[in-house]
T-cell receptor
């Protein structure tokens, strides 16, 4: 298995632009998670899906952030408009179940820089 | 709310020696999981070891072992025979049982293994 795939790996954009991050979970995994990592706040969960349905989006910073999962093999995290404080590494992870008995497998992350 | 605290921002160890990374957590739950994740310079998040709270026996994975003290809410990671490839950020994480996979991470400990 190729593991969790994220694209792009690096993104540099200007303030005000729309940014779309993409994730392909491991095949057969029912749970997908989006995390953000910054020096100030560490690793924080933004949103997670179960069977393509958003379950908990309480970590999404504000309305500028949105996430979708149109099918079991694809998810997007969109920031519109982007701001310099959104600069971070964004991770996607997936797991077979949400019980904790199954490992969450992380993708390589997308390093976002908003100028 | 659950919190996870790693009180050692940085640590170093000589190659082949043993090092222990500390983690404490706060919860009122009785059933939960604890994890140690490794993040090398590549930024990939890699699961190192997992402990189920209802198991008294400490988890081990080759050179990695934990000291799980449930009453004290302590979960330390011991790395034996440290190798240069162990150089990474290490994150302790908490998961509340059957709560949909919501991992709560500590701030991390940066470990340097010196030759």
């Amino acid at each position: 298995d190729a593991g969790v795939i994220q694209s792009p790996r690096h993104e540099v954009t200007e303030m005000g632009q729309e940014v779309t991050l993409r994730c392909k979970p491991i095949s057969g995994h029912d749970y997908l998670f989006w995390y953000r990592q910054t020096m100030m706040r560490g690793l924080e969960l933004l949103i997670y899906f179960n069977n393509n349905v958003p379950i908990d989006d309480s970590g999404m910073p504000e309305d500028r952030f949105s996430a979708k999962m149109p099918n079991a093999s694809f998810s997007t995290l969109k920031i519109q408009p982007s701001e310099p404080r959104d600069s971070a590494v964004y991770f996607c992870a997936s797991s077979l179940t949400g019980t904790g008995q199954e490992t969450q497998y992380f993708g390589p992350g997308t390093r976002l820089l908003v100028l | 709310a659950q919190t996870v605290t790693q009180s050692q921002p940085e640590m170093s160890v000589q190659e082949a020696e043993t090092v222990t990374l500390s983690c404490t957590y706060d919860t009122s739950e009785n059933n939960y999981y604890l994890f140690w994740y490794k993040q090398p310079p590549s930024r990939q998040m890699i699961l190192v070891i997992r402990q189920e709270a209802y198991k008294q026996q400490n988890a081990t994975e080759n050179r990695f072992s934990v000291n799980f003290q449930k009453a004290a809410k302590s979960f330390s990671l011991k790395i034996s025979d440290s190798q240069l490839g162990d150089t990474a950020m290490y994150f302790c994480a908490f998961y509340r049982y059957n709560q949909g996979g919501k991992l709560i991470f500590g701030q991390g400990t940066e470990l340097s293994v010196k030759p």
